[in-house]
Nanobody, 134 residues
């Protein structure tokens, strides 16, 4: 399984950026996906997640209304559209995937909490740097 994140860069505060993640080697359409981020000296934190069929999403409070996660199952891609960026959004952004068997068996009520936990994910990409200047 490979997850390749891309699209990071330098942007001014208030600007927008879209990061992408290309997945291969897994049955993507059955895998829940997530975005996490890690700033220097901080732990990796949950940003957003999306269920396999794309109809259900979950966001960290600090990105609600600013970030949007989406997926294209035909292209094996997941995206994170980031608007109104702030300097505190500066971090390495990672995409992650859950193996299909676990993704399929997780009921909705459990999924919201599970999808925020790094340990729930089986596969991780290498990360893409997002830097927001003030």
């Amino acid at each position: 399984v490979q997850l390749q994140a891309s699209g990071g860069g330098l942007v001014q505060a208030g600007g927008s950026l879209r990061v992408s993640c290309a997945a291969s080697g897994l049955t993507f359409r059955r895998s829940a996906m997530g975005w996490f981020r890690q700033a220097p000296g901080k732990e990796r934190e949950f940003v957003a997640s999306i269920r396999s069929r794309g109809g259900t999403t979950n966001y960290a409070e600090f990105v609600k209304g600013r970030f949007t996660i989406s997926r294209d199952n035909a292209k094996n891609m997941v995206y994170l559209e980031m608007n109104s960026l702030k300097p505190e959004d500066t971090a390495v952004y990672y995409c992650a995937a859950v193996r299909p068997s676990l993704s399929d068996s997780t009921i909705q009520s459990t999924w919201y909490l599970s999808s925020t936990q790094p340990a729930w994910y089986d596969y991780w990409g290498q990360g893409t740097q997002v830097t927001v200047s003030s």
